[in-house]
């Protein structure tokens, strides 16, 4: 009776396990071809470290190292230089001239992204070509075999891009502040 039973059970196991394999047979495939195609970046996709810029293009960041100071991994390294009242590269009194994130130390946290108050540092979907596959891999790609030098995240690695519409807004603005004195002379 036994050997019945245990007969039954591999058989119900081996149709089971044949069921799967014939139910995926005609379901879509699922594969990606990775590298040639990367997946696309679910929206909240929180990865590579990016410098946001106001619309106008102007930094965010106002060099306080809030975020180094936060960093539970000591990765971050700000060093803030005053702002040229004439020629400003941030909102504020200063920005940071050397802004430097070692991904190596890096452990994702996110907890430089809550102590910015400028929201300038950010775990981030970088913006730039959705459809582009290699600007979707610059995302996500994070290894490398040269070490430590690709590692350093200069500010120029994570700066966000300086787009043509963010240029004509600062003109703009920059235009208007100048008619504005004109009327107050
Ligand atoms: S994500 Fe965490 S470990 Fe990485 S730089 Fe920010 S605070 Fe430091
Ligand atoms: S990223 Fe934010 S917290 Fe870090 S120095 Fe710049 S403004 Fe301060």
């Known amino acids: 009776m036994n050997f019945l039973i245990r007969g039954f059970n591999h058989c119900h196991a081996l149709l089971t396990g ?9 379901t879509p495939k699922m594969t990606q071809e990775y590298p040639e195609k990367p997946g696309p970046l679910e929206p909240r996709y929180r990865g590579r470290h990016t410098q946001r810029r106001y619309e106008n293009g102007l930094e965010r960041c106002v060099g306080c190292s ?11 390294f700000v060093e803030a230089e005053e702002n040229d009242p004439e020629n400003p590269v941030s909102p504020g009194e200063r920005h940071a ?8 130390r890096c452990i994702y946290c996110g907890l430089c ?5 400028e929201d300038a540092i950010q775990l981030s979907y970088q913006p730039g070509d959705p459809d582009d596959p290699d600007d979707i891999k610059a995302r996500y790609e994070l290894a490398n075999y040269e070490r430590p030098q690709r ?3 200069d500010k120029e690695m994570l700066l966000e891009p300086l787009t043509e519409k963010m240029k004509a807004k600062r003109a703009r603005e920059l235009e208007d502040s100048k008619k ?4 107050v002379d």
Do not use: H, N, W
């Open 151 to 153: 590692f350093l995240f």
């Open 180 to 183: 504005s004195k004109e009327e």
């Open 97 to 104: 001239k050397t802004y430097e994130i070692d991904m190596l």
């Open 66 to 76: 809030l975020c180094a100071i936060y960093c539970p991994a000591y990765a971050i």
């Open 18 to 26: 044949l069921g799967v394999t014939l139910r995926y047979l005609v």
């Open 113 to 117: 992204e809550e102590a910015c108050p």
